[in-house]
């Protein structure tokens, strides 16, 4: 992204957004309600207008950007589909449609990689399960699977961890540790760190519609490692823990500012 | 089986099979995307085209097909513009279609509003050799997009968004659900009635839905209910002497009410027998 606004309709919610990622860069988003952490990945999904600037993927303009079988992505919703039971092996097939020409029937490769990433979220009991009739937790790790079931290059997630029970939370921080060692790129937005900590290589903080820090994953910040922007005070956080509801934390920010 | 040897009634049966075949594949679309209505919005503005079809005297079903189809892609475009809602885009089209097919018909010579009643709540036995091969034609096509794009029309309906973001053409798949609901809309104006289609579209999926564990098996008992209803409602409309229409729709809502009744049953009696078992 360089010099992007982005938001909807004629409303900015981002704005002057420099923001780079590269191959095989875990990227953790971070803020308060509010100050455009899902905007920001929505802009690279194509889900947001860009208003100004420009949004590139793998150097090439959203716009006319094809290959999206390279990005998955995980949605903020807590629950799967609409009132027609559907089973997780039915939803996490979805994931595998950019792969494929419109109307060409799946292949054994396309029902393998539905397999594998059922069976990375550590679904594979449920496959004929109806989505709906599993726990919040469970539903989220089949937009997990759904997601990894296209193979991306670059997985984009949306508040993961949110609200999701501690197997769900290990279970995801596992998966991602292993895409990242396998050269995935990821970038997620979340509240809480918790158990992502050791999977992240950079933290990004948006505040008020701007990236106010983007450098070394908060714990080296939270030990006095210097940001690019300048000491960060950040004691209080506990990168282990859940955040406070209102991400107490983004004070981070507040001391950057007033440096 | 008397009724088999009327002619009338093996064309009004073989339609009556076609759109208990083709209505649910399409209504499942529908039902999953909070859409149930919109083959009421359609069958409203296919009826101004049979309106201009009686006052030229040209094929009303014809008419009405390019109408539905018309209606069916601006009322899409509308609602994925975000012009205005699809409330009130569907809203338009109830009432610009009902005034328009009761305006024009009123000129035609003798016309009056009571022409269209056969429209409205189904004439099958009024059903010609035409109309039947046309609607064969129609629901080969809407079966060809429902059956063969089924994975696509899931992720679409199931999560626009996500279709959106994995690059999937959402647009041109949703103009294409439409498309095919205003044909299946059409199909079904003989049969069941533009008034009532909607119920066809939508009754044997809910009911199917109570009792299926996946899309597909949805799918698949929803086809059988539209099947059953269809032909029997016929057969019984004939000795009976009843409208086809108001027949079919009423024995769905009754293998609905049959469905739910025995599924609340079976649900209380296992958690009877769940809380039993903790107990002891």
Same mark, same amino acid.
């Given at each position: 992204? !360089?010099?992007?606004?982005?938001?909807?309709? *004629?409303?900015?919610?981002?704005?002057?957004?420099?923001?780079? =990622?590269?191959?095989?860069?875990?990227?953790?988003?971070?803020?308060?309600?509010?100050?455009?952490?899902?905007?920001?990945?929505?802009?690279?999904?194509?889900?947001? #207008?860009?208003?100004?600037?420009?949004?590139?993927?793998?150097?090439?303009? !959203?716009?006319?950007? !094809?290959?999206?079988?390279?990005?998955?992505?995980?949605? $903020?919703?807590?629950? =799967?589909?609409?009132?027609?039971?559907?089973?997780?092996?039915?939803?996490?097939?979805?994931?595998?449609?950019?792969?494929?020409?419109?109307?060409?029937?799946?292949?054994?490769?396309?029902?393998?990689?539905?397999?594998?990433?059922?069976?990375?979220?550590?679904?594979?009991?449920?496959?004929?399960?109806? =989505?709906?009739?599993? %726990?919040?937790? $469970?539903?989220?790790?089949?937009?997990?699977?759904?997601?990894?079931?296209?193979?991306?290059?670059?997985?984009?997630?949306?508040?993961?961890?949110?609200?999701?029970?501690?197997?769900?939370?290990? +279970?995801?921080?596992?998966?991602?540790? $292993?895409?990242?060692?396998?050269?995935?790129?990821?970038?997620?937005?979340?509240?809480?760190?918790?158990?992502?900590?050791?999977?992240?290589?950079?933290?990004?903080?948006?505040?008020?519609?701007?990236?106010?820090? #983007?450098?070394?994953?908060?714990? *080296?910040?939270?030990?006095?490692?210097? %940001?690019?922007?300048?000491?960060?005070?950040?004691?209080?956080?506990?990168?282990?823990?859940?955040?406070?509801?209102?991400?107490?934390?983004?004070?981070?920010?507040?001391?950057?500012?007033?440096? | 089986?008397?009724?088999?040897?009327?002619?009338?009634?093996?064309?009004?049966?073989?339609?009556?099979?076609?759109?208990?075949?083709?209505?649910?594949?399409?209504?499942?679309?529908?039902? $999953?995307?909070?859409?149930?209505?919109?083959? #009421?919005?359609?069958?409203?503005?296919?009826?101004?085209?049979?309106?201009?079809?009686?006052?030229?005297?040209?094929?009303?079903?014809?008419?009405?097909?390019?109408?539905?189809?018309?209606?069916?892609?601006?009322?899409?475009?509308?609602?994925?513009?975000?012009?205005?809602?699809?409330? =009130?885009?569907?809203?338009?089209?109830?009432?610009?279609?009902?005034?328009?097919?009761?305006?024009?018909?009123?000129?035609?010579?003798?016309?009056?509003?009571?022409?269209?009643?056969?429209?409205?709540?189904?004439?099958?036995?009024?059903?010609?050799?035409?109309?039947?091969?046309?609607?064969?034609?129609?629901?080969?096509?809407?079966?060809?997009?429902?059956?063969?794009?089924?994975?696509?029309?899931?992720?679409?309906?199931?999560?626009?968004?996500?279709?959106?973001?994995?690059?999937?053409?959402?647009?041109?798949?949703?103009?294409?659900?439409?498309? +095919?609901?205003?044909?299946? +809309?059409?199909?079904?104006?003989?049969?069941?009635?533009?008034?009532?289609?909607?119920?066809?579209?939508?009754?044997?999926?809910?009911?199917?839905?109570?009792?299926?564990?996946?899309?597909?098996?949805?799918?698949?008992?929803? +086809?059988?209910?539209?099947?059953?209803?269809?032909?029997?409602?016929?057969?019984?409309?004939?000795?009976?002497?009843?409208?086809?229409?108001?027949?079919?729709?009423?024995?769905?809502?009754?293998?609905?009410?049959?469905?739910?009744?025995?599924?609340?049953?079976?649900?209380?009696?296992?958690?009877?027998?769940?809380?039993?078992?903790?107990?002891?």
């Amino acid at each position: 992204m !360089r010099g992007a606004a982005v938001g909807y309709g *004629e409303r900015a919610v981002l704005r002057e957004v420099d923001f780079r =990622v590269d191959a095989g860069e875990a990227v953790a988003v971070l803020g308060p309600n509010g100050a455009g952490k899902s905007t920001l990945i929505r802009a690279i999904l194509g889900l947001a #207008d860009v208003l100004a600037g420009s949004v590139e993927l793998y150097g090439v303009p !959203r716009s006319s950007f !094809r290959a999206w079988h390279r990005v998955g992505y995980v949605p $903020q919703s807590h629950t =799967v589909g609409g009132g027609i039971p559907s089973t997780v092996r039915e939803v996490v097939s979805s994931g595998r449609l950019a792969h494929k020409r419109i109307a060409r029937p799946f292949s054994t490769t396309d029902r393998r990689a539905v397999e594998a990433a059922i069976h990375a979220v550590n679904l594979s009991a449920q496959t004929r399960n109806p =989505v709906g009739t599993l %726990s919040g937790g $469970q539903q989220r790790r089949v937009l997990i699977a759904r997601a990894l079931a296209g193979e991306p290059e670059l997985l984009v997630l949306d508040e993961p961890t949110a609200g999701v029970d501690a197997e769900t939370r290990t +279970v995801l921080a596992q998966t991602l540790a $292993q895409l990242v060692a396998g050269g995935t790129t990821i970038l997620f937005v979340t509240h809480e760190l918790g158990e992502m900590v050791p999977v992240i290589t950079r933290t990004v903080v948006v505040e008020r519609g701007r990236i106010s820090y #983007d450098g070394a994953p908060l714990p *080296e910040l939270g030990h006095g490692s210097v %940001s690019p922007l300048g000491r960060a005070d950040c004691e209080h956080l506990d990168p282990h823990g859940a955040a406070p509801e209102s991400f107490s934390g983004l004070r981070l920010s507040t001391g950057l500012e007033a440096r | 089986m008397e009724f088999l040897s009327y002619e009338f009634m093996q064309r009004a049966l073989l339609a009556a099979l076609l759109v208990g075949l083709t209505a649910p594949t399409v209504g499942v679309y529908l039902v $999953q995307r909070r859409l149930a209505l919109i083959g #009421d919005g359609l069958g409203h503005v296919a009826l101004a085209g049979v309106a201009i079809g009686v006052l030229t005297s040209q094929a009303p079903v014809l008419i009405a097909l390019v109408f539905a189809v018309g209606g069916a892609l601006a009322l899409e475009l509308i609602r994925a513009r975000g012009r205005t809602s699809g409330d =009130v885009a569907l809203a338009i089209m109830f009432y610009g279609g009902i005034a328009g097919g009761v305006v024009i018909i009123s000129q035609a010579p003798g016309g009056t509003p009571g022409n269209l009643n056969a429209f409205l709540f189904g004439a099958i036995t009024t059903t010609t050799g035409a109309d039947v091969a046309i609607f064969a034609l129609l629901c080969g096509v809407v079966l060809m997009v429902t059956l063969g794009l089924s994975r696509y029309l899931f992720a679409v309906s199931n999560d626009e968004e996500y279709a959106l973001a994995s690059g999937l053409p959402v647009l041109r798949l949703n103009l294409l659900l439409v498309v +095919v609901t205003a044909m299946t +809309v059409v199909v079904s104006m003989r049969v069941i009635g533009l008034l009532l289609i909607s119920a066809l579209m939508i009754l044997p999926i809910a009911a199917a839905q109570l009792i299926a564990s996946s899309f597909r098996q949805t799918v698949a008992i929803g +086809v059988g209910i539209g099947v059953l209803v269809s032909v029997s409602g016929v057969t019984l409309s004939f000795y009976a002497d009843t409208p086809s229409g108001g027949t079919i729709v009423l024995l769905a809502i009754g293998v609905f009410s049959v469905v739910a009744l025995v599924r609340a049953v079976l649900t209380a009696a296992l958690r009877r027998r769940g809380s039993t078992a903790s107990a002891t």
